[in-house]
Nanobody, 126 residues
Framework: QVQLVESGGRLVQVGGSLRLSCEAS????????MGWFRQAPGRERRFVAA????????QYTDSVKGRFIISRVNSKNTVYLQMSNLNPDDTGVYFC???????????????????WGQGTQVTVSS
């Protein structure tokens, strides 16, 4: 089991930027593919971005392509989500998730992930 702790969420203005972090502990971080999901009020948790164990493969939901960047530093057991040009539709609780995976594989389905953090709130205000 991997323990995940997200941080970095806050209130931000439309057009602003934010970087979320997710620190992992408990297992060898480099063996885990990572993902970011978000959940808006009253809606289901949805895929945002994913990254392979080594960081060489990434995938994004269409609405964030060109605005968000997922990255990881395995020596720091941390995955990041750099978000720019934020809009109110980006508001929600952001969760990171982990799943053991082979190299160069990303997972985009919520059900593929085993371990989850508690989430961090991002609010984009106009």
């Amino acid at each position: 089991q991997v323990q995940l702790v997200e941080s970095g969420g806050r209130l931000v203005q439309v057009g602003g930027s934010l970087r979320l972090s997710c620190e992992a502990s408990g297992r060898i971080f480099g063996n885990y593919a990572m993902g970011w999901f978000r959940q808006a009020p009253g809606r289901e948790r949805r895929f945002v971005a994913a990254i392979s164990t080594g960081g060489g493969v990434t995938q994004y939901t269409d609405s964030v392509k060109g605005r968000f960047i997922i990255s990881r530093v395995n020596s720091k057991n941390t995955v990041y989500l750099q978000m720019s040009n934020l809009n109110p539709d980006d508001t929600g609780v952001y969760f990171c998730a982990a799943v053991s995976a082979p190299p160069n594989v990303v997972r985009v389905s919520r059900g593929d992930y085993v371990d989850w953090g508690q989430g961090t709130q991002v609010t984009v205000s106009s």
